[in-house]
């Protein structure tokens, strides 16, 4: 059984990219097959695995989508799937913008991610999908489709502002949409541990949802070798063994296989 997790937040720049570059890394390299999606139009995560000029891209997540909205059989999933160091990914493209805005007129709109990725999920381990820091119909169709959702929080951006309304929308799609849906937890990302307001901000966030909702025991740290390893197109942890963000990843990653027994 696959299990799809989005990585979401209501803020960009708070690592969701990165988390599901690293974290689809981390699994693979654990023997899981795993599928990434690039569900944000800016396509960061795309990018991260290489592709240069998305804007020329015919086969994305974009396409797949909107196959799905006209009822038009999309051209083989061969082509729209491609792989990048044993992870498979699903591109985007400047295109998905245009899709978002059509799903806005659609009927039944909520469900068309969960529609393309019927007749793919299940040969996959864990399907991540990476969004965009929108509550918008593309993140709608990310929580309607998923098994879980990983909140990444970084503890320097004033964490907890609009947590709150991004849990709201969760908790709506699962009594409306999708009840399967669950929060496997808050990943806290670019956490510098020698800073005092990072050490206050981590602390404000674990008070405010103990005992209910889990914060992932491990931390992805703050460094540099992040920036130069997405820079290269690689996970970190192919990038620079030692690197502490990238042992973090694959902590994590066994942190949340173990969660899930
Ligand atoms: N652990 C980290 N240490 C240092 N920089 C990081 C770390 N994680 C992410 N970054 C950087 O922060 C920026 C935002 O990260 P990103 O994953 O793109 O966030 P989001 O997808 O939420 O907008 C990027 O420039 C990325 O390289
Ligand atoms: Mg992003």
Redesign the pocket.
């Given at each position: 059984m696959s299990k799809v997790i989005v990585?979401g937040?209501q803020?960009?720049?708070?690592?969701?990219?990165?988390?599901?570059?690293n974290l689809a890394y981390s699994l693979c390299s654990m023997g899981k097959k795993v599928l990434a999606i690039d569900l944000?139009s800016q396509a960061?995560?795309s990018t991260c695995y290489g592709i240069e000029n998305t804007k020329d891209l015919e086969y994305t997540i974009g396409h797949l989508l909107m196959a799905q909205i006209e009822e038009e059989e999309p051209e083989e999933l061969e082509h729209y799937i491609q792989s990048k160091d044993g992870v498979d990914f699903i591109p985007s493209s400047i295109y998905l913008s245009a899709v978002e805005a059509k799903l806005r007129t659609e009927m039944g709109a909520e469900r068309m991610l969960a529609e393309v990725l019927a007749p793919i999920r299940d040969r996959y381990d864990y399907v991540l999908v990476?969004t965009v820091?929108s509550l918008g119909m593309l993140t709608v169709n990310a929580l309607a489709v998923a098994d879980e959702v990983i909140i990444?929080v970084?503890p320097q951006l004033l964490a907890m502002m609009g947590l709150q309304d991004f849990l709201r929308t969760v908790g709506k799609i699962k009594k409306r949409i999708n009840p399967k849906l669950t929060i496997a937890g808050i990943l806290l990302?670019?956490?510098d541990g020698r800073t005092t307001l990072c050490k206050v901000l981590t602390e404000e966030v674990t008070g405010s949802f103990q005992g209910q909702i889990k914060i992932f025991k491990n931390r992805?740290?703050?460094?540099?070798?992040?920036?130069e390893s997405?820079y290269y197109s690689m996970p970190?942890a192919l990038y620079s063994k030692k690197a502490s963000?990238g042992i973090?990843y694959r902590k994590f990653a066994k942190e949340l296989i173990d969660y899930e027994g």
């Open positions: 990585i937040s803020k960009g720049g708070v690592g969701k990219t990165t988390t599901t570059l944000d960061n995560l990476d820091p990444t970084n990302t670019m956490c992805i740290p703050s460094t540099v070798k992040v920036g997405i970190i963000a973090a």
